[in-house]
């Protein structure tokens, strides 16, 4: 197996047992890359509430439309002057929130996981997992 960085791509693998790392320090890694990745199942999560929140204000649209239509011009001048305008929490429009969470905290958490890792493991991502799937080829070349 040839030593890659995680950016080498999937063709090119890095041999877990050549990595310089002791168990704690694997474990530190791999706690810490799970956690990003919950980061970033998060962050997938705040994009969907940000683009169902849109189509929500895409339907009241409409709804201020069929409100001034059917004749309830005071519903709809308040759907239109108090709600549609309004941010989702304390004023803030939830693509700033998004971009907030992008900017504030993601790039932030991402760039101290790489500098981990660049440390710890050269660079190498998912060394737990790469060190299960060798021991699960091992044991079944070990088998034939």
């Known amino acids: 197996m040839t030593d890659s960085n995680s950016n080498a791509g999937p063709e090119r693998e890095t041999d877990p047992s050549a990595l310089d ?30 683009h169902e929140l849109g189509h929500a204000m895409d ?3 409409n709804a201020e439309d069929e409100l001034r239509e059917a004749g309830h011009e005071a519903w709809a001048n308040d759907l239109r002057d108090d709600h549609l ?21 993601l790039e932030d958490v991402d760039a101290f996981e790489t500098r981990v890792r660049d ?7 998912h060394v737990t997992e790469r060190q299960q799937k060798q021991q699960l080829r091992d044991r079944a070349r070990s088998e034939e």
């Open 119 to 125: 440390e710890l493991a050269d660079g190498v991502d």
């Open 59 to 61: 339907r009241m649209g």
């Open 21 to 50: 790392l002791s168990d704690a320090e694997q474990a530190a890694l791999h706690e810490l890359q799970l956690g990003i990745e919950h980061v970033h199942r998060a962050y997938g999560t705040l994009l969907e509430f940000h």
């Open 85 to 105: 305008p309004a941010g989702a929490i304390s004023d803030q429009w939830t693509f700033e929130l998004v971009e907030e969470f992008s900017e504030a905290f």
